[in-house]
């Protein structure tokens, strides 16, 4: 998997001589969203043509307009003025860019409206803006014989001259973050015989060694050794052989260290408990923790935060087999407490445990972060475009809730009920892997992690929902989302 080239620019100049094979006017329904002459003068030629009102979702385009270079002026509707969001804005320019592909295009430009016409800052414009274009221009076809649709090469942006200068900056880390959102979403796109967890790990590597970026690779035996049980015991049945990958960011002088765990199970089957047809069929995005959090410290690398990041990223494959753990059994966790496992479907539970435990002892982060598709219970609780988020520590929990706001990866609070702890005992061993009750099945996931955590400040972020999606939204094609990157990636930025 390779890096996407750079594709955005800010731009200004007169309109009508742009070389470019459309114009995009975003228009609200209710108000003028722009200041500049030319293209309120061209939103007034909407007037005429009766059936666009600016109304969410509409579209206009008018073709060879009079002493206009561009053969296209595509105008595509906003809605009411005071219900336009940075999502709003990130959805609009995805769909002008999928739309454009769409007629073979290959250069737009999309004409930003005013931030004081909005009442939002130029940064919480463009940033959304850019973002929506660059991820709306991603295609996975690497799979496909005939390439049907191409991205485009150039997405300019027309503003004001003062933007131009104060915001080249925000090119460059819409870019790398929006890099890391491709790289995570092509991973996690990517079928699991060409991500079986050695391939996965090494792959993760050979991108993330270009960055500046310590990089360990447990192998089974390390694993073995070191006393990694409940990890091997879900890489039993396979013949795949797992493997840990740590991810290191250690900037000079650094007050704060976070570690990021990410689940990496390349397939869940299920194991012996194997998952009945139309659960197994989407499995490969198992790994889709692990992809936001190797992405992450990809981007971080780049943007060069003040904090330490580990990255702690286990790869296993969760397979059914002679060799594999049954229900019933009892491992020893790396640190020491006995689990039993009573349904191997609930794996990600369990080397996360390990990796938590590792990197807790050998790193003593301030704050830990894991991220997994954990559950189907919060992907019924929440739905397929809201994550789970848990965690005992308020503070925290707020910061992640802003940086859901500001990036559109929304994460909802979740309990994490004292009382629930009771249904993860077990009658042989310290705990178990698997609820007595079948009901709150995220929340009693997210207790049992909360069981190798002791004091260090924790979020978990259940990601089973927006990991993936079947059909293609706005801004994403069918697969991988590469939901958490930009969310880590912003929240790293407050830490
Ligand atoms: N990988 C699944 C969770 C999942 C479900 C992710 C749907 C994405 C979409 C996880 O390993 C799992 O199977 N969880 C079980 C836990 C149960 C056995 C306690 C579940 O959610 O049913
Ligand atoms: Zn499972
Ligand atoms: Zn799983």
């Known amino acids: 998997m390779e890096e996407k080239k750079v594709m955005l620019r800010l731009i200004k100049g007169d309109l009508y001589k742009l070389k470019t094979d459309a114009v995009v006017i975003p228009v609200a329904e209710d108000a003028q969203l722009h200041e500049n002459e030319q293209v309120i003068l061209l939103t007034g030629k909407t007037e005429t043509a009766g059936e666009f009102r600016g109304a969410k979702g509409d579209e206009l385009t008018l073709y060879n307009l009079p002493a206009m270079k561009s053969p296209r002026v595509i105008f595509l509707g906003l809605g009411k003025k005071d219900k336009i969001d940075s999502e ?20 737009i430009l999309i004409a930003a ?11 919480e414009v463009l940033e959304p803006m850019l973002e929506g274009a660059f991820l709306g221009n991603h295609i996975f076809d690497k799979y496909k014989g005939e390439k049907k649709n191409k991205p485009l090469e150039k997405v300019d942006f027309f503003s004001e001259q003062k933007v131009m200068i104060n915001f080249s900056g925000l090119l460059s880390q819409v870019e790398t973050v929006c890099n890391g959102t491709i790289l995570a979403r092509e991973w996690v796109s990517t079928p699991s015989n060409c991500k079986k967890p050695e391939q996965f790990a090494k792959n993760i590597a050979s991108i993330a060694k270009k960055g500046s970026l310590i990089i360990k690779i447990f192998d089974e035996k390390k694993l073995e050794r070191l006393g990694f049980g409940a990890m091997l015991a879900v890489a039993a049945g396979s013949h795949s052989k797992p493997r840990l990958l740590i991810l ?10 976070v570690s990021i765990v990410g689940k990496g199970i390349t397939f869940d089957s299920g194991g012996i408990n194997l998952k009945p047809p139309g659960s197994l069929e989407d499995m490969k995005m198992d790994m889709s923790g692990a992809a936001a959090v190797a992405a992450t410290l990809i981007s971080a690398a780049k943007m060069k935060p003040k904090v330490g990041i580990i990255g702690v990223i286990p790869i296993v494959e969760n397979m059914p087999s002679g060799e594999a753990a049954r229900p019933g059994d009892i491992v020893t966790g790396y640190n020491g407490k006995t689990i039993e496992i009573n349904n191997t ?11 938590i435990s590792y990197v807790l002892k050998e790193y003593r982060p301030d704050i830990l972060i894991d991220v997994a598709t954990l559950t189907g219970a919060c992907v019924v609780a929440l739905g397929e475009k809201i994550a789970g988020l848990f965690s005992p520590d308020d503070e925290l929990a707020e910061k992640i809730i802003q940086s859901a ?12 009920p004292e009382d629930y702890r009771e249904l993860l005992k077990s009658e042989f061993a310290d705990i178990s892997n698997m609820s007595s009750s079948k009901w709150g099945g995220a929340i009693t996931a997210a207790l049992f992690l909360s069981e190798f955590i002791k004091d260090t400040r924790w979020a978990h972020i259940d990601i089973a929902g927006p990991a993936y999606t079947k059909k293609e939204t706005d801004y994403c094609g069918a697969g991988g989302t590469g939901f958490g990157v930009r969310l880590l990636c912003d929240l790293i930025q407050k830490l």
């Open 88 to 107: 709003s804005l990130r959805v609009l320019c995805g769909k002008a860019v999928k739309k454009c592909i769409k007629s073979s295009l290959k250069n």
């Open 113 to 123: 409206p005013s931030s004081g016409k909005l009442g939002m800052e130029i940064k």
């Open 248 to 257: 290191e960011y250690a900037p000079k002088g650094a007050k704060k260290t």
């Open 345 to 355: 479907d609930a794996e990600g539970r369990l080397i996360l445990a390990d990796a």
């Open 405 to 416: 706001k500001k990036t559109g990866e929304r994460c909802w609070r979740m309990p994490l």
